[in-house]
């Protein structure tokens, strides 16, 4: 179990700060940004959290298995496709959460701040993202808890490989097919010690967010 | 005296067309227009947030928009100050954080302690840690300007900040926006669609309506009725009468004018004066009912000659022996039946609802707000 405790932990690594990156910046792009095609973005990128992993994970197996650079990276069925797999499904929640967290930020604060004469990128820090600060973390505590958790994607186009793609859902899967149900408990317990802490953290900054900025 | 700000601004928003021209010196000037007539979108284009297709704005020398030359400095760099009618306040921030974000980059090394002076000024060095959900209305207001002011502007400009409070706040903020215009020098443009902000606070009045500017006056020369007499009517709106505040035996003091009298309250001057009464401050009375000793002396009863439904509210013109009042009441269902061209009705005028503006200290344009009288409510 350590080993593939070992490598969600390593697949949250990296995904968190793309959530954060790709996701807070998508969805500011959709929050404040008015450009042709919106919608459509809007809609697409919210697209993979309504279809079936199955259905997210052929595609994603098609894409990496047949375009030419991303065949000759050798993504597939190694550790960066179980990056990929668990990074796609969860992206849809950090970008809706983000683009609700910047639109929530009142445009005339920023304007104000611009009239203070602060540069634009500086009231995007002193302004624009304390102020968001808040609903772009419950937005990451969600996100990565769906990432942590993804089976689906992840078996299809990382496999199930211990010690190389194996992360922590898919050695329960592992371990109940070979009927060892201790250790799928003992993995089981912990994803859902995870789960209960990252709703508990949810709760804290929703409630924190009303308490101080109504 | 010199201009400051020359701005020309030709802009359409939809089939709204704005044009907007202005010379603006280092005093107060008070822009003034009825809602929607594009006070608020002049000044988001003086201040760089709203693009302008053509138009030329120069602020101290400074070319901030050409369309010709294709100049258009960003609002970080317009030096133009902008108090927001909600104030825009930054929550996360204290009172003193928020004075802060305003001169951290003029202020460098000593930002912080100007920006104490500056909450002192404004009499809130006590306050400084609150968030400005712990703030009063009125304690807002003094933080937004103190942190607008703190920034150093080379102009400010306020859209509307009092509305939203009521009669006596109103008037102390006013009169401390004159004494900080006073201290600091720095010229003022307030947007309003009020008639008394214009008596109370400004030296200059620009008119506009429908998106175009229409004209400027000095404010004294308008209440001295020297001023153009379409744009007095522009106004069109509030009850003036020119005469004189005199005290009694018994030290009451009480308002003459040529068709008629008003009894005061708490009014320390007296001599020849302007008296404003908002139309919406007067109150109907039931003829069948008792009157308010306080309202008893300033009855009057007139015939309706016009009702006009504007809103929610209902405007009439009444033509009593005392001459022609204006009054405003909020449409109740009740007024609206009995309000007929023609009618006969009763009202009265609280003493309180009286400003008064006394035209000795008006001489010789002396700035208004000295001479504004605190009618405490």
């Known amino acids: ?214 | 005296m010199n201009d400051l700000l020359d701005a020309h601004i030709n802009e359409s928003i939809g089939d709204f067309h704005l044009d907007v021209s202005l010379r603006h010196g280092r005093e107060i000037g008070v822009l003034f227009g009825p809602s929607g007539s594009g006070k608020s979108v002049t000044l988001r284009c003086l201040a760089g947030l709203r693009n302008v297709r053509s138009g030329r704005i120069s602020l101290a020398g400074r070319v901030l928009l050409d369309s010709d030359a294709g100049i258009c400095e960003p609002p970080h760099r317009r030096k133009m100050g902008l108090l927001f009618q909600d104030l825009a306040l930054f929550p996360h921030l204290t009172a003193l954080e928020n004075v802060l974000f305003g001169c951290e980059r003029t202020g460098k090394g000593r930002a912080k302690s100007i920006a104490r002076e500056w909450l002192a000024r404004v009499r809130l060095e006590s306050l400084e840690d609150r968030y400005p959900s712990q703030l009063s209305g009125g304690q807002r207001q003094r933080v937004a300007l103190a942190r607008a002011l703190a920034n150093e502007p080379e102009m400010l400009m306020l859209d509307e900040p009092f509305s939203a409070l009521d009669g006596p706040l109103r008037r102390n903020l006013r009169r401390e926006l004159r004494k900080l215009h006073a201290e600091t020098g720095v010229p003022i443009l307030y947007v309003t669609h009020q008639v008394e902000d214009i008596c109370a606070l400004g030296d200059k009045v620009f008119f506009i309506e429908n998106g175009k500017t229409t004209g400027s006056n000095r404010i004294s020369d308008l209440i001295r009725g020297r001023g153009r007499v379409d744009l007095w009517k522009m106004m069109g709106w509030g009850n003036i009468f020119e005469g004189n505040v005199r005290f009694n035996k018994e030290g009451v003091s009480s308002f003459h004018w040529a068709s008629g009298e008003l009894s005061l309250k708490d009014v320390s001057g007296s001599g020849p004066a302007i008296a404003f009464v908002r139309p919406d401050r007067v109150r109907f009375l039931d003829p069948r009912m008792p009157v308010d000793s306080e309202l008893s002396r300033n009855t009057f009863s007139g015939k309706i000659e016009e009702v006009l439904l504007d809103g929610g509210a209902i405007r009439l013109h009444v033509r009593t022996p005392c001459g022609h009042w204006q009054i405003e009441q909020r449409e109740t269902g009740s007024h609206a039946e009995v309000s007929r061209p023609g009618q006969e009705v009763h009202f009265a005028i609280p003493p309180r609802a009286v400003e008064l503006i006394f035209l000795e200290e008006m001489k010789g344009d002396v700035s208004l707000g000295s001479s504004i009288v605190e009618v405490r409510a």
């Open chain 1, 1 to 214: 179990m350590e080993r593939a405790l070992i490598i969600s932990l390593k697949v949250l690594a990296i995904d968190m700060p793309l959530l954060a990156l790709l996701g807070g910046g998508l969805g500011w792009l959709l929050a404040k940004r008015d450009f042709r095609g919106r919608e459509l973005v809007s809609l697409l990128v919210q697209l993979p959290m309504i279809l079936p992993p199955s259905v997210l994970g052929l595609y994603l197996l098609f894409a990496l298995g047949r375009i030419g650079f991303l065949r000759e990276a050798g993504f597939l069925f190694a550790f960066p496709a179980a990056v990929l797999g668990a990074l796609l499904p969860s992206l849809p929640i950090m970008i809706q959460a983000s683009r609700a967290a910047f639109a929530g930020v009142n445009r005339e604060l920023e304007e104000a701040a611009l009239t203070l004469g602060r540069r634009p990128w500086e009231v995007f820090l002193r302004v624009t993202l304390p102020l968001a600060r808040r609903t772009l973390l419950v937005g990451l505590a969600l996100s990565s808890a769906r990432a942590l958790g993804d089976f689906g994607v992840t078996l299809m186009v990382a496999g199930n490989i211990p010690g190389r793609t194996q992360t922590l859902p898919l050695y329960i899967y592992g371990q109940v097919e070979s009927l060892n149900f201790a250790r799928a408990h003992m993995a089981a317990l912990l994803l859902v010690g995870v789960g209960i802490a990252s709703l508990c953290l949810v709760r804290r900054l929703e409630s924190g967010a009303h308490e101080r900025l109504a």
